[in-house]
């Protein structure tokens, strides 16, 4: 029994934080990932990968007593943690992986200063308190994504085919049809 609240739990917890659907935040990289599968796992892997590292990052930062969130500072902060590990990534795989960085590299580049991670950052510092909160927050945002990208791409292309309307098709399917999930998804997370 235990197992199935965990993972009931972690469904709950996906669907609290999928920041693309709750907040609208990174629906422009969710619409381009959910193209193709590759895209989708590519960019998905590396906003999970930077959500979650610089969440705990932020962990550490905050607990220096000369640093608050909650000054003007605080989205300078984070771009300048962004940047950290955005650098800090690309010099490991340089040396490190060659043919890791040849694969990543695209994602990266478009994962790191996403909107959807650095909404991450400035809501996790604003809700969480402990290491733990931090770090869960910051992984399942990135799996909140995954989620999200990966409903889109299930609908993708019945979104683009010919049964949808000249005038729907595409981009304003794939809008309205956001919103329809955004409005579900919201349901659920206010019933819990």
Known sequence: MLFF????????????????????LGSSTMIMASRSRKQLMGVSVCITYFSTLCSVILYFIGKLKFIKFDTAYAPMIYTLVVGAVYCGTLFVLIFASPKMFARFKNYIHLSAFNCSVLGCLMINTAENETFFDYLN???????????????????????????????FRGYPAILIYIGILSMAIYGFVANN
């Open 137 to 167: 927050f910051g992984f399942f945002s990135g799996v909140g994504f995954l989620t999200s990208a990966y409903m889109l791409k299930i609908a993708y292309n019945r979104l683009n085919s010919e049964n949808v309307p000249l005038s």
């Open 5 to 24: 609240e965990m993972i009931i739990a972690a469904f709950a917890s996906i669907f609290t934080e999928n920041l693309v659907l709750s907040k609208g």
